[in-house]
């Protein structure tokens, strides 16, 4: 899934802006002024236009996450674990262990 702004395109195709799309467990939908991806996986992704984004995982994954939304464990002690496992120290280390070329 690639969107900018309200644009939002899976696997190259464009979906039409407003019309809820539903494919092989995939759903977009547009509620008010944000664009929603949901997955039968569990994990729910929703952003404004702007800079506003919220990740919300269901309950059967908690312990079973990793990467930039955390553990889902209730420990903030292990919030910013890196890829090879480590702890950063401050949150813009964790964020640059995770970007991809």
């Excluded at 949901?38 to 984004?53: N, P």
């Excluded at 674990?81 to 964790?94: E, M, S, T, W």
């Amino acid at each position: 899934v690639v969107a900018q702004g309200r644009n939002v395109s899976v696997n190259r195709a464009a979906v039409p802006e407003g019309r809820p799309y539903l494919h092989k467990g995939l759903g977009v939908t547009w509620p008010g002024d944000w664009v929603a991806v949901a997955s039968s996986l569990g994990v729910r992704v929703a952003w404004d236009e702007h800079l506003a984004v919220t990740v919300t995982v269901e309950p059967e994954l908690r312990g079973g996450t990793w990467g930039l939304c955390g553990t889902y464990t209730d420990d903030p002690t292990d919030d910013f674990v890196r890829p090879d496992g480590d702890i950063a120290a401050f949150a813009a280390a964790f964020g640059d262990a995770w970007m991809v070329p």
